[in-house]
C-alpha cells in the first residue's frame, strides 16, 4: 500500500515570506496578515483539505545583510512586518476540529519555565494539536535586539539541548499522572505529593520549581525540527518527531534523509520515528501549459532584490558584494550554513551565480517550484515522496491565499483518489498525524520520556 502523504501549510504571519514581491499581485491577500478573519478562513480552507497541520515560521529580527542594512527587507515586505504567531493559534483552534498548529519557537531567546506554560496552554487549549517547531536562532540582529552576542553555531545547540532537557523535565517529569484530582470532598484540586520541582541547574538555565500547567493533552507538544547542518541533524534526529528539509531535487533529499534515519538509530530510536517533510510550491491550473503562463506572470510580479534579501538572512552572505553573473564560491557561515552549500557544493551539476540564485528563490524561496495541472503537481509530489523517501511536504504559496485555495480544491482531490492523502483525519492530536492513531504521547524512545523515566 502507498505512503500516506502527510500535508503541512508554509506559512508565516507576515507581509511576506518565501516569494517576494508577491504582494503586488492583484489576488494577493497578503496584506491582511495582522486580520485575524484571513487566517481563521485559512484554517478553514486548510481543514477541508485534510491537511495534518499549518506550520508557522518566525524571526526575532530583520534581514539587514544584504546590502548592510533592513532597507530591502522593509522596501518588499520580506518577512517584516511580522507578528507573533503564538497569538493566532487560539482563534484558528475555535473554527476547526482537526488542523494542528506547528510554531516556531527559539531555544536561543525563549526562557525554557515560561515557554513550558505557554505550550502546554495552547496544547490544552486546541486539545492536544500543538506542535513546536525548535529553532536555535542565528540572525545578529535579533542578537543585538536581545542585548547578547550571537553565539556560535555549536553553542547554540549547546544552549538548545539543555532547553530541551529543562522543559521535558517540566513537562514530563514534574506532574505525575493523576496528580489533579478534583476531589470536591476532600477540598483537593491537587494532590501535592505527585507535583515535584525539577531542582535543574545547568550551564545555561537554573530552574527550580515545576511546570504551573497541569499536564496537557499531549503533555510535551509534537516537536519539528529543521536543523541542516550536521549538528543540526544530529539534533534533529534525537529530538525531532516531524523534520523539515530544503532540498533542490529528490536525489539530494534521499541522501539527506537517510542520513538522518541513520542517525536516530544511533540515538536508539527507530528509523520511521522521524517523519521528514520537504518545502514545496506548487502553481496550479486546469491544464500545465495555463499553470506555465500562471507563472509566468508570477515572474512578472517578483522581486529578485527581496529574494537576495532572503538569501542574505538565511545564509549570512551579502550577495551586493559579489559579481552577480560570477558562480558562488564555498564559505562558510555562522547563519545557516547548509542554505550556503545547496548553492555552492551540494549540487555538482551546476554553478549557482548570484543573479541564478535571485531569480530562483523570487517565487518559492529555496524551494523548488511545482507547476501544471493538478494531475502534473500530484505526480511530482508522489515522486518527490517516494524518490525522496520523505513522508509529507510543507506547501508554500506565491500567492495567498489563492494558491492554497487552488491546491486544496484541485490537488488534494486528485491524491485523494490516488490513496495518498487521507478523507478522514486518524486520530485527534497533532502527534497521532505523525505517529500514527493511539501515539497522543512521545514514544519510549525519544529522550524526552527518559527524562521522564528519571528520579526527579
Not at 248 to 270: F, P, V, Y
Not at 372 to 389: F, H, L, M, Q, Y
Request: no cysteine; charged share 25%; net charge negative.
Amino acid at each position: 500500500m502507498a505512503k500516506r502523504i502527510g500535508l503541512n501549510a508554509f506559512n508565516m504571519t507576515a507581509a511576506g515570506h518565501q516569494s517576494s514581491g508577491m504582494w503586488r499581485h492583484p489576488d494577493s491577500q497578503a496584506h491582511r496578515y495582522k486580520d485575524l478573519d484571513h487566517w481563521l478562513d485559512l484554517a478553514k480552507t486548510l481543514e477541508r483539505g485534510r491537511f495534518d497541520a499549518l506550520f508557522l515560521a518566525d524571526v526575532l529580527g530583520p534581514y539587514d545583510v544584504y546590502g548592510g542594512s533592513a532597507d530591502t527587507a522593509l522596501l518588499n515586505g520580506m518577512q517584516i512586518p511580522a507578528n507573533d504567531p503564538f497569538q493566532y493559534v487560539s482563534g484558528m483552534a475555535s473554527v476547526t476540529s482537526n488542523l494542528g498548529f506547528a510554531l516556531t519557537g527559539s531555544a536561543t531567546f525563549e526562557h525554557p519555565y515560561p515557554f513550558a506554560r505557554r505550550m502546554s496552554t495552547l496544547d490544552h487549549l486546541t486539545k492536544g494539536r500543538v506542535g513546536w517547531n525548535v529553532v536555535t536562532s542565528y540572525l545578529a540582529s535579533a542578537s543585538r535586539n536581545f542585548g547578547t552576542q550571537p553565539l556560535g553555531h555549536n553553542d547554540r545547540y549547546e544552549l538548545a539541548e539543555e532547553f530541551m532537557t529543562v522543559v521535558y523535565k517540566l513537562w514530563e517529569q514534574s506532574w505525575e499522572e493523576g496528580a489533579v484530582v478534583l476531589d470536591k470532598e476532600r477540598g483537593m484540586f491537587v494532590d501535592p505529593s505527585k507535583v515535584h520541582p525539577i531542582h535543574h541547574k545547568g550551564r545555561f538555565f537554573d530552574v527550580d520549581g515545576f511546570n504551573m500547567a497541569e499536564p496537557s493533552p499531549q503533555r510535551t507538544p509534537t516537536i519539528f525540527q529543521a536543523g541542516a547542518s550536521s549538528r543540526g541533524r544530529q539534533f534533529a534526529a534525537e529530538h525531532g518527531e516531524g523534520l523539515f528539509v530544503n532540498v533542490l531535487n529528490s536525489n539530494l533529499s534521499k541522501i539527506i534523509t537517510d542520513d538522518i534515519r541513520t542517525q536516530a538509530e544511533a540515538a536508539g530510536r527507530q528509523r520511521d520515528d522521524v517523519k521528514i517533510f520537504t518545502i514545496l510550491t506548487a502553481v496550479v491550473a486546469d491544464s500545465d501549459a495555463e499553470a506555465e503562463r500562471k507563472y509566468k506572470e508570477y515572474q512578472q510580479y517578483a522581486s529578485p532584490e527581496g529574494a537576495m534579501a532572503l538569501f542574505g538572512g538565511f545564509s549570512g552572505v551579502d550577495l551586493s558584494q559579489f559579481d552577480p553573473n560570477e558562480p558562488l564560491e564555498e564559505m562558510d557561515t555562522n547563519a545557516i550554513q547548509t542554505v550556503l552549500n545547496l548553492f555552492t557544493k551540494l549540487d555538482p551539476t551546476r554553478k549557482w551565480t548570484p543573479a541564478d540564485i535571485a531569480n530562483h528563490m523570487s517565487i518559492g524561496g529555496i524551494e523548488p517550484v511545482l507547476v501544471g495541472s493538478p494531475e502534473t503537481v500530484a505526480d511530482e509530489i508522489e515522486r518527490w515522496i517516494d524518490e525522496g523517501d520523505l513522508d509529507g511536504i510543507n506547501l508554500s504559496y506565491a500567492v495567498t491565499p489563492h494558491d492554497i485555495e487552488s491546491f486544496v480544491d484541485t490537488v488534494v482531490p486528485e491524491l485523494q483518489k490516488r490513496g495518498r492523502v487521507w478523507k478522514e483525519y486518524e486520530g485527534s492530536t497533532l502527534r497521532e498525524y505523525v505517529a500514527g492513531p493511539g501515539n497522543t504521547r512521545l514514544s519510549a524512545t525519544h529522550p524526552g520520556s527518559k527524562v521522564a523515566r528519571a528520579t526527579s
